[in-house]
């Protein structure tokens, strides 16, 4: 699955939150560094919560801190919990939910003691088998307010600094700076975009939640959707499933960086119906444009600095097999392992015969299925479907892979042939097909 369902702009009907001091430096350092796992666009952080250590996507696209899926970590303890409604991306009813404040939120360095956390309690609503690694919830806003954020996404570290001249230096010595705006917690940039050899600027939310390089929205007025275009499955929200079309468009311009052909998306109307626009707002920029920057994020004086990062030139691709997978569980898997003792002379057993040095070992390993099939993609063609698993991949056992792996796989390269084994309800099967770019 692509993990656009990540944005979450929601609604939450509750008591207004109590004023919060937000993330402080345990020590006198001037900084700290947080390394970060890099999955499908999205940077997943360590946060520890309440003394307990969770895993929780970095979001800039959302304003509170929410608490998605604990799993075995049900030691956490939560204070001052109520009850709550949540809203956001997809076409359906709004979920429950608990607020819990004045928690105590660690990360590597910088603590807030009063931090409020939203609790999702649909447990069926879990990123986890979406992204391949345990995911526990979603930090934004309040992680970047106080302080400035440098994201290394060629490093894959985060640094957060405590503002001083000799910060300042090298922002405007290796940096180019621009101006956004911060509304109701989150950040916006207006940048030109081209559709159809129209340009026009763009008020656009600065989305890490997001791992497209854009979003367009189809109700609006400047840019129509491309005739080359399919129809996508584009993820999940808070409020359900998310469809619209994918398609590349001319440009992409923020001031002197320019981006040719991205590939995009514009979610329908339906499932963005419940989100609550800020005016003027037109779209997104997500994380398949972030990763060809090194970005500074500076909420207090409103800027972001850019410079060119190591993926700045990279090619724009997409899934284009029509599959979309995730993780479902983990099963035990016999595996051989090869003895690394070391023997003068060839080792026989009391009949003559010659030893293996070899063991066997159980080790568990993930199981992926098959979670949609995009209509008349190659997979849909050759009969592939939703709820398959994953036997094999291209000759190699699918728990070999992780799901970062697979999706690298389905969008590597135009006319690849791609050979899938699966079981369907216990029947093996096999599948081939091309990947092709209908874009």
């Known amino acids: 699955m692509r993990y656009k369902l990540l944005l979450l702009f929601f609604f939450l009907w509750s008591v207004g939150a109590k004023a919060q001091k937000g993330f402080q430096f345990e020590t006198h350092k001037d900084k700290v560094v947080i390394p970060f796992q890099f999955i499908n666009n999205l940077i997943f952080i360590p946060v520890t919560v309440n003394g307990v250590e969770l895993i929780f996507l970095l979001d800039t696209g959302v304003e509170e801190t929410i608490l998605l899926s604990l799993d075995d970590k049900s030691e956490v303890r939560f204070f001052n919990v109520e009850k709550i409604k949540l809203k956001g991306l997809g076409s359906d009813e709004a979920i429950e939910g608990l607020r819990s404040s004045n928690n105590v ?45 440098e994201i290394n996404y060629d490093k894959r570290k985060i640094i957060v600094y405590q503002d001083n001249a000799k910060v300042r230096s090298k922002l405007h010595t290796k940096y180019t700076e621009f101006p956004i705006t911060v509304e109701k917690g989150k950040p916006y940039l207006v940048a030109d975009v081209t559709v159809g050899h129209q340009t026009a600027p763009a008020k656009l939310l600065l989305d890490l939640g997001n791992s497209d390089a854009l979003w367009l929205f189809e109700n609006n007025k400047l840019f129509q959707v491309p005739e080359k275009n399919f129809e996508d499955y584009l993820g999940k929200g808070f409020s359900g499933d998310i469809f619209g079309k994918r398609a590349r468009i001319d440009n992409l311009r923020i001031d002197q960086f320019s981006f040719d052909k991205p590939i995009i998306a514009f979610p329908d109307s339906t499932s963005i ?39 700045f030139y990279s090619d724009f691709h997409y899934n284009m097999s029509g599959l979309e997978l995730q993780n479902d569980g983990m099963q035990w898997v016999q595996e051989t392992v090869t003895l690394q003792t070391v023997h003068k002379e060839d080792s026989f057993d009391i009949g003559g015969n010659k030893k293996d040095n070899f063991k066997y070992k159980f080790s568990l390993k993930p199981i992926y299925s098959i979670s949609n099939v995009r209509k008349d993609s190659p997979a849909d063609a ?3 479907q939703k709820g398959d698993v994953i036997v094999s991949i291209n000759g190699t056992a699918g728990y070999r892979y992780t799901l970062q792996k697979i999706n690298e796989i389905l969008k590597s390269e135009d006319g690849k042939w791609i050979y899938l084994e699966v079981e369907r309800s216990g029947i093996p099967m096999k599948f081939k097909f091309q990947l092709q770019n209908t874009l």
């Open 382 to 384: 050759c009969g592939i």
């Open 105 to 149: 939120l660690s990360i590597n360095g910088i603590t807030d003691k009063q931090h409020d956390l939203y609790i999702v309690m649909d447990q069926s609503f879990n990123f986890s088998s979406h992204v391949g690694i345990p995911v526990n919830g979603i930090i934004g806003y309040h992680f970047f307010k106080d302080n400035l954020v």
């Open 273 to 311: 119906k419940s989100v609550n626009m800020v005016k003027g707002r037109v779209g997104s920029i997500g994380g398949e444009i972030f990763k060809r920057f090194g970005v500074v994020m500076d909420y207090e004086h409103h800027k972001v600095y850019l410079k060119k990062g190591g993926h």
